[in-house]
């Protein structure tokens, strides 16, 4: 499975732009780090990083909403 970096901008609604494509970890982890570093702090921009077989699967899974779990706190 290889890495795939995407710039998401979320309004007027959600773009979803592939930047690069990484087979090793390490590589796709210290290159997102650099983006987002280059990202002014009140940006509407986003870089992810996400694994997948292919990038129609990359868009997809980015595509998704993620529904928070049950919260396990204190009682």
């Known amino acids: 499975m290889d ?3 995407y710039r998401i901008t979320e309004k ?3 773009q979803l732009e592939k930047i690069e494509q990484h087979t090793s970890f390490r590589s796709a982890s210290l ?3 650099a983006l987002r570093a280059e990202l002014p702090s009140a940006s509407p921009v986003t870089v992810r990083m996400i694994t ?3 990038q129609l699967q ?3 899974l980015l595509n998704q909403l993620r529904v928070a779990g ?3 706190g204190d009682d």
């Open 3 to 5: 890495y795939f970096i």
């Open 12 to 14: 007027p609604f959600r």
């Open 31 to 33: 290159r997102v780090k």
């Open 52 to 54: 997948a077989e292919n």
């Open 58 to 60: 990359a868009e997809d």
């Open 70 to 72: 049950p919260d396990l």
